[in-house]
């Protein structure tokens, strides 16, 4: 019986119409390109919508927790081996340290070069700074950072736990309970994702419906500065670090999209961060390694953020007329080196850690940050997409530098 090949035409459009409709990015980006039409043409409802996006971030931190610390206590009770644990670790912030350092280096030199605080100030609009500049921003407190820090303080506790896990008579038992429990979590987080253009569309629309996109216009040369300088951070930075290992930045990039949009939607690094840990074990990463870097990152690796503050302190040395010497800079370098770690997990923390700064060299204003508030929301983007790829990069390094690494064709993944 004579069978002829049936057509391949329809099987390809059905095949290429699924693609589409069910590809998160695509979603994610028209959600995005809606809140921007919605809060331009609309700002009062634009600015309604900040319910539907912190609905979704507050929807995705109720995983965080449960997320870090499973895959904590799992990687640490599979390794077997403590001292890899502490390895790891003194890794992991070594790298945080330099790599930080060298972000907030480059702020300093890129504001230099092109000057974004060669403005006029008198037409700049003026926000209520007050919050930052009170008394209560000269007193940082380490002690406080860790206390309103909740991703640091299940990053402690899944240490002990994984740790005393190793010594506990039914370990095996416990792990196979925790296992099953990691896999209703993951599950559970699959579908929740589902929800993410939602959320980028509600995040998207109350930042343009608040804020305007006019207010861009007075301080562009800032934000400009901003992205400028984050993007040769990540292409030449992390782009050369990741090199060296034989990793394209592009292909990282490319993997990662939908984190990044999402980031992108909500204004949020932790929106990203459960879905970013799945995706790095897929790739090849260790469940240890992952558990243990990109929690310790989120606290500690911040460096769209160290861009962020040392360039937003020569912004304001240039704004005022305030002459820096060369000794004053590195002094800004030193003092960022260590209060930027504290400029996560808080809102507004960043802006007490520059009012610290600014306190602590006693010779620019610290009411200088009034004219930060106004494109603060459209810069936090560009910091949390940064900080997402930074400790993305981070935790290649330290997988591959533990020899901890599978090596895998990101191509072909199912991302």
């Known amino acids: 019986m004579n069978i002829s090949a049936p057509n391949p035409t329809p099987k390809i459009k059905k095949s290429l119409f699924q693609t589409v409709i069910t590809n998160l990015t695509f979603w994610v980006l028209i959600a995005i390109i809606a809140g921007i039409l919605l809060g331009h043409f609309s700002p009062e409802n634009g600015i309604e919508m900040e319910k539907i996006g912190k609905g979704f971030i507050d929807l995705i931190k109720l995983f965080i927790g449960p997320i870090i610390f499973l895959t904590i206590v799992l990687g640490i009770s599979g390794m077997g081996n403590l001292k890899k644990v502490g390895r790891i670790g003194i890794k992991a912030l070594g790298y945080f340290e330099v790599v930080s350092t060298v972000a907030l280096a480059i702020g300093v030199a890129v504001a230099y070069l092109i000057k974004p605080g060669k403005i006029d100030k008198s037409g700049l609009a003026i926000g209520d700074a007050s919050q930052y500049t009170s008394s209560s921003a000269e007193h940082f407190s380490w002690l406080q950072f860790f206390f309103s820090n909740f991703t640091l303080q299940v990053l402690v506790a899944a240490i002990v736990c994984g740790i005393a896990l190793n010594f506990y008579q039914k370990r095996e038992q416990t792990i196979l309970v925790l296992e099953r429990i990691s896999n209703v979590v993951f599950t559970g987080l699959k579908y929740v994702m589902y929800l993410a253009p939602i ?55 490319k993997y990662i999209k939908e984190e990044l949009l999402l980031v992108l939607g909500t204004s949020s690094s932790e929106a990203a961060l459960p879905s970013i840990m799945v995706k790095l074990e897929k790739m090849g990463c260790s469940k240890s390694v992952v558990g243990l870097v990109i929690p310790t990152g989120y606290s500690f690796n911040l460096d769209g953020t160290s861009i962020y503050l040392s360039m937003s302190v020569i912004f304001l040395a240039q704004l005022y007329d305030v002459h820096l010497s060369f000794f004053e800079i590195l002094s800004v370098i030193g003092i960022l080196m260590i209060t930027s770690k504290g400029a996560a997990g808080v809102t507004g923390s960043g802006f007490i850690v520059l009012a610290s700064t600014l306190t602590a060299l006693h010779k620019i204003p610290v009411e200088g940050l009034a004219f930060l508030l106004g494109v603060d929301k459209f810069m936090s983007e560009a910091r949390a997409i940064t900080n997402l790829i930074g400790n993305t990069v981070a935790t290649i390094i330290i997988s591959k530098t533990e020899r901890d690494f599978t090596e895998l064709d990101l191509t072909t993944l199912d991302t």
């Open 199 to 253: 959320g980028a569309f509600g995040g998207m629309a109350y930042t343009i419906g608040k804020f305007g996109l006019a207010t861009l216009i007075p301080l562009g040369k800032l934000m400009l500065c901003v992205y400028l300088t984050m993007a040769l951070f990540v292409f030449l930075v992390l782009g050369s670090i990741l090199r060296y290992y034989k990793i394209s930045i592009l292909s990282i990039l």
